[in-house]
């Protein structure tokens, strides 16, 4: 009797999304990581978009399936985490997933969709154009791919997809020699496309790209970031701009939000202009990653990040920027992206002294500071006398400041 839906003539590299990696031993006995979950892997050279997708589940032998619906783009040679159920044992987070469900997989039998629908599947070996990739796993498996279900994974290993056809365990592991070759291999075969891990791995998507695509143009082209100078604690709308050198189209970005700035962290929080207007967004985190683009040197890039509040503190911010072209892996450009945060100080915090009348850190002499307040100034050759009143009655700070100094 034949189980599955699927054929296949030939092994090969897969053209589509692909389960990766799996693991149901979340939290139970003897367990490290808390959570069940789902890895997805894109072996193909363009970003996927996985809005209205879904990873579904059903038991060994079961027909109803259960959904976790999943949002964001997934980039080339990049992973997408979906976390699920947690046990009541465990000891490590699962790394900050992609996606959250709820699906209480099995440690030892089951069956998994990855579907371009929210819609739940049905039947116990469902087939149909809605279904991306499908692994069915342990021996009680009525539904799979190929001749037969992919081997058992436990309460302490993993079930991850081969890199290529002569891959095993020992070569998927680390410092074997397909270790950071990707999970590509795909013969529409479970029983032979998947190894045990034995120690798992979970990665999403700010994973590195497995194989590192190395393509001339990659940390390419020039950035620059408006407004340059905001205060602290603002909140303002940040845009990056980014052109190609004249001789690389880039289609690919990465930017990173740097420590203590808050935002939104969504992708509706970012529009989009120029050579970047039809392009994906994908957020993870402070990470921004846009695919699709077509930056030139003529037609540059513009991404633009609303509600961002800055630090509350005077500091340089400095945004990494990342570019790719080809389908190749961002690598940082060397243009330096900052922006200038200016906290405004009270004049009277400027009057605070020690016991022997030295000014107090933060604003010890020397120190730069930035202040609000009414200035006159008596101008100098040499200095120039100023006067910056603050508003409050009786008080007034002096200085003398050179007067090449003054802007």
């Known amino acids: 009797m034949v189980k599955c839906g699927f054929s296949s003539a030939s092994a090969q590299t897969a053209t589509h999304v692909v389960i990766s990696e799996f693991y149901g031993g979340g939290g139970n006995a003897g367990s490290t990581y808390k959570n069940d979950y789902v890895e997805l892997y894109n072996p193909t050279s363009s970003s996927v978009d996985l809005s209205g997708w879904s990873v579904q589940y059903a038991s060994a032998t079961g027909s109803s399936w259960?959904?976790?619906?999943?949002?964001?783009?997934?980039?080339?040679?990049?992973?997408?985490?979906?976390?699920?159920?947690?046990?009541?044992?465990?000891?490590?987070?699962?790394?900050?997933?992609?996606?959250?469900?709820?699906?209480a997989m099995s440690s030892t039998a089951g069956k998994i969709a990855l579907a371009n629908s929210v819609t739940p599947l049905s039947g116990t070996n469902p087939s149909g154009s809605s279904i991306v990739d499908r692994v069915g796993f342990g021996t009680t498996a009525n539904g799979y791919e190929g001749s037969g279900?992919?081997?058992?994974?436990?309460?302490?290993?993993?079930?991850?997809?081969?890199?290529?056809?002569?891959?095993?365990?020992?070569?998927?592991?680390?410092?074997?020699?397909?270790?950071?070759?990707?999970?590509?291999?795909?013969?529409?075969?479970?029983?032979?496309?998947?190894?045990?891990?034995?120690?798992?791995?979970?990665?999403?998507?700010?994973?590195?790209?497995?194989?590192?695509?190395?393509?001339?143009?990659?940390?390419?082209?020039?950035?620059?970031?408006?407004?340059?100078?905001?205060?602290?604690?603002?909140?303002?709308s940040l845009t990056i701009s980014v052109a190609g050198d004249g001789t690389h189209t880039l289609d690919s970005l990465l930017i990173v939000i740097p420590s203590g700035w808050t935002w939104p962290e969504s992708a509706g929080s970012i529009s989009l202009t120029g050579g970047v207007s039809s392009s994906s967004v994908a957020v993870s985190g402070d990470t921004i990653f846009i695919g699709q683009g077509t930056i030139t040197d003529i037609d540059t890039g513009k991404v633009t990040i609303g509600s961002a509040t800055a630090p509350d503190s005077a500091v340089t911010s400095t945004f990494v920027v990342e570019t790719a072209a080809g389908g190749g892996t961002p690598v940082q450009i060397s243009s330096i992206v900052a922006v200038s945060?200016?906290?405004?100080?009270?004049?009277?915090?400027?009057?605070?002294?020690?016991?022997?009348?030295?000014?107090?850190?933060?604003?010890?002499?020397?120190?730069?500071?930035?202040?609000?307040?009414?200035?006159?100034?008596?101008?100098?050759?040499?200095?120039?006398?100023?006067?910056?009143?603050?508003?409050?009655?009786?008080?007034?700070?002096?200085?003398?400041?050179?007067?090449?100094?003054?802007?």
């Open 149 to 236: 279900p992919a081997l058992a994974p436990s309460n302490t290993t993993s079930i991850e997809r081969k890199a290529n056809s002569a891959s095993t365990s020992s070569t998927m592991a680390v410092g074997g020699s397909d270790e950071l070759a990707g999970n590509g291999y795909d013969s529409d075969n479970n029983a032979s496309d998947f190894v045990t891990r034995s120690a798992p791995q979970p990665q999403n998507s700010s994973s590195p790209a497995e194989p590192s695509l190395v393509i001339g143009g990659n940390g390419t082209g020039t950035a620059s970031i408006s407004p340059i100078t905001v205060n602290a604690k603002s909140t303002s």
């Open 66 to 103: 259960q959904v976790t619906n999943l949002t964001g783009s997934l980039g080339p040679h990049r992973y997408y985490l979906v976390g699920e159920a947690a046990g009541t044992g465990g000891s490590v987070n699962l790394p900050t997933p992609d996606a959250v469900g709820t699906l």
């Open 341 to 407: 945060v200016i906290k405004v100080v009270p004049i009277i915090d400027l009057h605070i002294n020690d016991a022997q009348g030295v000014p107090v850190t933060p604003y010890q002499i020397g120190a730069s500071v930035t202040v609000s307040g009414i200035i006159t100034a008596d101008f100098n050759p040499t200095y120039t006398i100023f006067l910056c009143k603050m508003q409050r009655p009786g008080f007034v700070f002096t200085g003398r400041i050179a007067r090449t100094t003054i802007r």
